[in-house]
Nanobody, 128 residues
Framework: QVQLVETGGGSVQAGGSLRLSCTAS????????MGWYRQAPGKEREGVAA????????AYADSVKGRFTISLDNNKNTLYLQMNSLKPEDTAMYYC?????????????????????WGQGTQVTVSS
């Protein structure tokens, strides 16, 4: 069982930046994909960014392209999400996710059911 712990959330004004971290209890190389998702009150959970742990290819939601960057440090078993130029609509609970590495897949953001492990979330609030 893999445990994921997110940190780095907080409250910022629009235009500000935050960096989220997700530390895994086991080697991140065990997973094929890792990703960040978010969920605002009354809305469905949506994909923000994903990364293949091996080839490091990435995917982003259109709403965050050019503002957010996902990265992975396998030596620290930590996934990051650098968030710049934050907007009030980015306000949500942000979750880290990882699969169990048994199946190779495309790391497509829409396929969130492919992830086996989820963190407890970290809150990001952006004020205007």
């Amino acid at each position: 069982q893999v445990q994921l712990v997110e940190t780095g959330g907080g409250s910022v004004q629009a235009g500000g930046s935050l960096r989220l971290s997700c530390t895994a209890s086991l080697y991140t190389r065990r997973s094929y994909c890792m990703g960040w998702y978010r969920q605002a009150p009354g809305k469905e959970r949506e994909g923000v960014a994903a990364i293949k742990t091996g080839g490091r290819s990435t995917a982003y939601a259109d709403s965050v392209k050019g503002r957010f960057t996902i990265s992975l440090d396998n030596n620290k078993n930590t996934l990051y999400l650098q968030m710049n130029s934050l907007k009030p609509e980015d306000t949500a609970m942000y979750y880290c996710a990882a699969d169990d590495g048994t199946v190779a897949w495309s790391c497509t953001l829409a396929r969130r059911w492919e992830y086996d492990y989820w963190g407890q979330g970290t809150q990001v609030t952006v004020s205007s």
